[in-house]
């Protein structure tokens, strides 16, 4: 399994970015993908993950309604769209995968981000003025 993270940056309060994770080396259809955040001095916690269809996607209370986790099949893609985002909202962003995590309970916080199998090398976002 490889997983390779990217799109992270600087961006004003209110901003919007996309980060994308190209994976590969697993079976999509059964296994969640997670983005998960580690903001400076805070424990790693789950944002968003989604199983294949997009009606299994889950969100942290925090992100709601900001964060949109998709799925491009095609080529082998994960994005999270971001948008207003906020200073709180700063960390490094890693996209991971789970071979035994069916309802993506690491971002209800009720499973370890440290159970998950594979990691990207994560991507840093700044919410700046």
């Known amino acids: 399994v490889q997983l390779q993270a990217s799109g992270g940056g600087l961006v004003q309060p209110g901003g919007s970015l996309r980060l994308s994770c190209a994976a590969s080396?697993?079976?999509?259809?059964?296994?969640?993908i997670a983005w998960l955040r580690q903001a400076p001095g805070k424990e790693r916690e789950g944002v968003s993950c989604?199983?294949?269809?997009?009606?299994?996607?889950y969100y942290a209370d925090s992100v709601k309604g900001r964060f949109t986790i998709s799925t491009d099949i095609d080529n082998r893609t994960v994005y999270l769209q971001m948008n207003s985002l906020k200073p709180e909202d700063t960390g490094v962003y890693y996209c991971?995968?789970?071979?035994?995590?069916?309802?993506?309970?690491?971002?209800?916080?009720?499973?370890?981000?440290?159970?998950?199998?594979?990691w990207g090398q994560g991507t840093l976002v700044t919410v700046s003025s």
């Open positions: 991971a995968i789970d071979m035994d995590d069916p309802k993506c309970s690491v971002v209800a916080g009720t499973k370890s981000p440290w159970s998950y199998d594979y």
């Open positions: 080396g697993f079976a999509w259809d059964y296994h969640a």
């Open positions: 989604i199983r294949r269809t997009a009606d299994n996607t």
